[in-house]
């Protein structure tokens, strides 16, 4: 059973791009949310999503951010017009329906 | 979700016990003691959680104080590759799953 895949795993943009950041959750998981690390600070939740619905974005950035899980395909943040405080790792995680969460290899975005 | 205090770092000798505290005062009757790591620059890990009772896995043991107030993690045989940082985390889970709150953790390095 493959864990969970996030690509790409790095990811350079210049400032004003649009950055897609792609998550395909463990086989059988159909909850996906995504967590970001700023350079030397912890981990901060960003957006919890099931199939087709978001379910908390309390996490999120009020403007540039977005997120979907569609029926089919992977999970995907969204980000436009990039700005450099946007640099960070972005780690996707994908549970069944409880308990623990399970991590991808995050993607590491830079914002030249 | 229940506050947790940590120590920032601690030591340990290659092939001993490696013992990490939580203290959780907070936690609530329905809170859940997780742990999870980071190896440095990879996606975290999740290790074990608990409720009330003791639990153990391959990886370790979680060990909760009767009042539930606080807990430790056990890594019977510490390797160099357990150095990582260790969050301790409580939480909620809803039938419909819940956010992970990550703290400071603590830095774990084990030496040869």
């Known amino acids: 059973n493959a864990g969970v895949m996030q690509n790409p795993r790095h990811l350079v943009r210049r400032r004003g791009q649009e950055a897609r950041l792609r998550c395909s959750p463990m086989k059988g998981h159909s909850h996906v949310y995504w967590y970001r690390q700023l350079p030397e600070e912890g981990l901060k939740f960003m957006v919890y999503?099931?199939?087709?619905?978001?379910?908390?974005e309390s996490g999120m950035p009020k403007e540039r951010f977005s997120a979907e899980f569609p029926k089919e395909g992977p999970s995907i943040l969204r980000i436009q017009q990039v700005v450099r405080g946007d640099s960070a790792a972005y780690f996707c995680?994908?549970?069944?329906?409880?308990?623990?969460?399970?991590f991808g290899p995050g993607t590491r975005l830079t914002v030249t | 979700d229940a506050k947790t205090t940590q120590p920032p770092s601690m030591d340990c000798a290659e092939g001993r016990a490696a013992n990490l505290p939580c203290n959780h005062s907070t936690i609530s009757g329905n809170e859940y003691v997780y742990w999870y790591r980071q190896i440095h620059s990879q996606g975290p890990q999740y290790i074990i959680h608990g409720l009330k009772n003791n639990e153990t896995n391959e990886m370790a043991s979680l060990i909760i104080t009767e009042d539930r107030k606080s807990s430790t993690l056990i890594l019977p045989h510490a390797t160099l590759r357990d150095t990582a940082v260790y969050y301790c985390?409580?939480?909620?889970?809803?039938?419909?799953?819940?956010?992970?709150?990550f703290g400071e953790g603590t830095q774990l390095t084990v030496n040869p």
């Open positions: 995680a994908s549970s069944p329906v409880r308990y623990e969460q399970y």
């Open positions: 999503l099931q199939k087709e619905n978001i379910i908390d």
């Open positions: 985390i409580v939480r909620v889970v809803e039938t419909s799953g819940s956010r992970l709150t």
